[in-house]
């Protein structure tokens, strides 16, 4: 009996290192942005999906590569939900709402970006896809470069000067 509970609080202790919500999300459940390990994996490792800080108190809901860049350590980020729109870093968070509909909530409760569906089943649920396109992969590759770097720096300096 003594080794069935050391075992079961092994489990337990295990399973809470975990991330939240690894590999999928169910409807009614969230994603919150004060939660680092809530975040969605793909089944083959390639992908993680979560808040990713993009300045002081200022957060992005991102798919990036789960491989960080060997020289910075920094994300390769693939998409973003609402780089122009970014959400407070407490009590913003992503939802599955109970019809389906993925929605993106800032700590006002305000809707900053929504899939904007709708399903008739009772069993719906978020998963993070293994699937990129060669175009992702090239750009993400290139964007991870000194030269990517360097690019999007010219571009952000330019884009502030003509604001």
Known sequence: MSV???VFVVAITILS????????LRSGSSL???????????????????????????YGFAVWFSEQ????????????????ELV??????????????????DAGRRVIWSTNTKSTSS?????????VTWDQVILAKLLSSELGHKLVEEYSHNRKRSL
Not at 123 to 131: A, C, G, I, P
């Open 123 to 131: 069993l719906v649920q978020l998963q993070l896809n293994n699937t």
């Open 32 to 58: 919150n942005v004060e939660n680092k390990n809530d975040i969605l994996i793909s089944p083959n490792g390639l992908f993680t999906a979560g808040f990713h800080q993009v300045g002081e108190n200022a």
């Open 88 to 105: 407070n870093g407490k009590h913003s968070k992503l939802s599955l709402v109970e019809d389906g509909n993925l929605v993106l909530l």
């Open 69 to 84: 860049v060997a020289t910075t350590g920094s994300r390769t980020v693939v998409w973003m939900a609402n780089r122009d």
């Open 4 to 6: 069935k509970f050391h």
């Open 17 to 24: 290192q975990l991330p939240t919500s690894c590999y999928g």
